[in-house]
């Protein structure tokens, strides 16, 4: 038993390594540059090939590979803060009803079921409906 135990364990690290390969390529073949996606038509070319540095996208892919890794293995997955981005023109209380919003979908989520509405408030409402 101990044995077929040692064996199953050595025979996942090459599935890991696997399914990691995997799932970097899906992310990598996607379509659209993640730097253009995340900065938006408007960006000028210094800030895409900024932001493509600080990202590491102008490394070799193998080394992005051996990095985003290392990242996922200490269950870092890197979400990327661009407030200064995502808010641009925007007003404060836009902004908090979309965070709202994206609470309520993940509560009514949580649930198993999608709930009436998870738009944000309208007319001094600051709960989501609850169905």
Known sequence: MRRYVVRRLLLLVPVLLGVSIIIFMVLHLAPGDPAEIMLGSQATQADLE???AEL???QPLYVQYVHWLGLVARGDLRTVDLDETAGAGRSTRTLQ???RAHR???RALDRG???RSASP???GRTRCSTG
Request: with cysteine; charged share 40%.
């Open 50 to 52: 900024r932001l493509r």
């Open 56 to 58: 590491g996208l102008t």
């Open 97 to 99: 009803g979309d965070a």
């Open 104 to 106: 309520c979908r993940a």
């Open 113 to 115: 079921r999608p709930r």
């Open 121 to 123: 408030p309208r007319s």
